[in-house]
């Protein structure tokens, strides 16, 4: 699977901003999807995730409440919708695939990463 991350850019605190990942080389369904983000000098972290259908989500603690995921199969794209923006999230995110029924927040648990797309958030 290739992931291509898109979305991202400078925005003041309080902002919105959308990402968006798609996917291309097999069956995207097939996939559980990430994103993460990685602050410099820090780990590459969890933010949100999706199940294969869409039913289900997850969020990391930080962003629960601001943050959602979703995802169009048809159109073989995930998206991570960003609300309240706050200037601790300036990080590069990243969209995974996954394709084992893993921890959700395990990096080493997806298979494909896209490349990152820088959000800052200005105070």
């Known amino acids: 699977v290739q992931l291509q991350a898109s979305g991202g850019g400078l925005v003041q605190a309080g902002d919105s901003l959308r990402l968006s990942c798609a996917a291309s080389g097999r069956t995207f369904s097939n996939y559980a999807m990430g994103w993460f983000r990685q602050a410099p000098g820090k780990e590459r972290e969890f933010v949100a995730a999706?199940?294969?259908?869409?039913?289900?989500?997850y969020f990391a603690d930080s962003v629960e409440g601001r943050f959602t995921i979703s995802r169009d199969n048809a159109k073989n794209t995930v998206y991570l919708q960003m609300s309240s923006l706050k200037p601790e999230d300036t990080a590069v995110y990243y969209c995974a695939a996954r394709s084992s029924y893993s921890d959700y927040s395990a990096l080493n648990n997806y298979d494909y990463w896209g490349q990152g797309t820088q959000v800052t958030v200005s105070s």
């Open positions: 999706i199940s294969r259908s869409g039913g289900y989500t």
